[in-house]
């Protein structure tokens, strides 16, 4: 799966634990693409799995498709699941949000006033309008938002998530990034995250809970 920021900025892990995966991942990524001519395996791709935290979130200024700057207060009012993730991740992210729209539904009417927040960590390649179209192939009622390098780095660090690009043969490269997802309620307040290999009863328990607060 796949994480932040493109090749040219990507910003500093956090946390020691982090660190230490990060140069582990990249050492692999050496060894696989030498013998693959640095295509990285999908594993590859696996970011480590957030701690739960009460100060998750905080601070950040993104836009919308239509030009809009969504901030951390004007998501306030109603629950909100924040997931990371950009255009070109391919299955992954849209199984991720796949699966989030599916929960969505089955939480029924409660379920309609939880926004799902997809935050592209790839800004040099996915516009508004890009980011926007891969959301909306898999649920119209996902808010895709975008922003400078930078911004998109403040975000990214408020829910301590992991992001970084991996090179890949011709140029190319790829984002690996954290593939949490983190539940806020209509305070901006973090309640709970769901992760990569939660079981979906697990998953709709937390959801549940979230739009009950």
Not at 17 to 34: E, H, I
Not at 136 to 150: E, K
Not at 202 to 208: E, F, H
């Amino acid at each position: 799966m796949s994480g932040i920021a493109g090749a040219r900025s990507a910003p500093a892990p956090v946390g020691t634990r982090d660190a230490r995966a990060l140069v582990l991942w990249l050492v692999a990524a050496v060894v696989a693409g030498t013998g693959a001519g640095w295509a990285l395996p999908k594993t590859i791709g696996l970011a480590p799995q957030p701690q739960f935290s009460a100060q998750l979130g905080g601070n950040f200024t993104l836009q919308s498709s239509d030009g809009t700057t969504i901030t951390d207060r004007s998501l306030k009012g109603a629950p909100f699941v924040m997931v990371f993730g950009y255009s070109r991740c391919g299955a992954a992210c849209e199984a991720r949000l796949i699966r989030l729209a599916a929960w969505r539904r089955t939480l029924g009417e409660q379920g309609k006033a939880l926004r799902i927040v997809l935050v592209s960590v790839d800004p040099a390649r996915d516009t508004p309008q890009r980011i926007r179209a891969f959301a909306q192939r898999i649920d119209p009622a996902i808010l895709a938002l975008t922003g400078t390098q930078q911004a998109i780095a403040q975000t990214t660090r408020a829910y301590n998530a992991m992001h970084f690009a991996a090179p890949l043969c011709g140029g190319d490269y790829t984002i690996i990034h954290s593939g949490a997802a983190y539940l806020m309620d209509a305070d901006g307040r973090a309640r709970a995250i769901i992760t990569e290999d939660e079981a979906p009863t697990a998953a709709l328990g937390k959801l549940r809970a979230l739009v009950r607060t």
